[in-house]
């Protein structure tokens, strides 16, 4: 079975600061990687996925993540951040091959401040 | 533009009800999902779907039951409502690159 571990549940930061949300997971099998974010009030969407090939993937609003295999880890990264980044973000990881059957961790909430 | 749609944002139900969430997707996708958002927990899969009148328990389906009878519609049903299903529900689609997308979720809270 596999496993999501979001080791931050809040990262407070300051506006044009960078940021880093770690993400590891656990699992037997090969697998697809991603990041969603969900803001106030909405369902999630899609920032970024990993299927295959390059391991530095790079999604929308300016955030990107590196597949790290030996570590297990798809953490989050942007390099200047906004307050409209404020939200959670949750990693997700499917098996290859197991159909769409993704496994969430239990979120991040990033809040930027002023 | 793709869209779920859940039927209602915010519900109230009795205990012991029988409720009904409903959603609706526009982008003929044949896989659906139901999920359960609780602080600190993440999402958790109840049910999904990869094909008309077909279904497959998630994590935690005890309590809950789905309808597909259409392509376009997956309906999560609680049986009788108890306290600990208060929660926020998402409904999500997708096709084959593994993108799903949800709708705004639908916050419910059982007294």
């Known amino acids: 079975a596999q496993s999501v571990t979001q080791l931050d549940s809040q990262v407070p930061v300051f506006e044009e600061a960078p940021v880093e949300l770690r993400c590891n997971y656990s699992?037997?099998?090969?697998?697809?990687l991603f990041w969603y974010v969900q803001y106030p009030n909405q369902g999630l969407q899609l920032l970024l996925k990993?299927?295959?090939?390059?391991?530095l993937v790079k999604g929308i609003n300016g955030f990107e993540a590196e597949f790290n295999k030996s570590q297990t880890s798809f953490h989050l990264r942007k390099p200047s951040v906004h307050i409209s980044d404020t939200a959670e973000y949750f990693c997700a990881v499917s098996d290859v091959g197991a159909g769409n059957m993704l496994t969430f961790g239990g979120g991040t909430r990033l809040m930027v401040k002023p | 533009d793709v869209k779920v749609t859940q039927s209602s944002r915010y519900l109230v139900k009795r205990t012991g009800e029988k409720v009904f969430l409903e959603c609706v997707q526009d982008?003929?996708?044949?896989?659906m999902f139901w999920y359960r958002q609780d602080p600190g927990l993440g999402l958790r899969l109840i049910y999904f779907?990869?094909?008309?009148?077909?279904?497959e328990k998630g994590d935690i389906p005890e309590g809950y039951s789905v309808s597909r009878e259409k392509k376009e519609r997956f309906s999560l049903i609680l049986e009788s409502a108890s306290t600990n299903q208060t929660s926020m529900y998402l409904c999500a689609s997708s096709r084959d690159t593994f993108e799903a997308f949800f709708g705004q979720g639908t916050r419910l809270t059982v007294v």
């Open positions: 990993y299927l295959s090939g390059s391991t």
């Open positions: 699992s037997s099998v090969s697998v697809y």
């Open positions: 982008m003929d996708h044949e896989n």
């Open positions: 779907s990869y094909d008309v009148k077909m279904k």
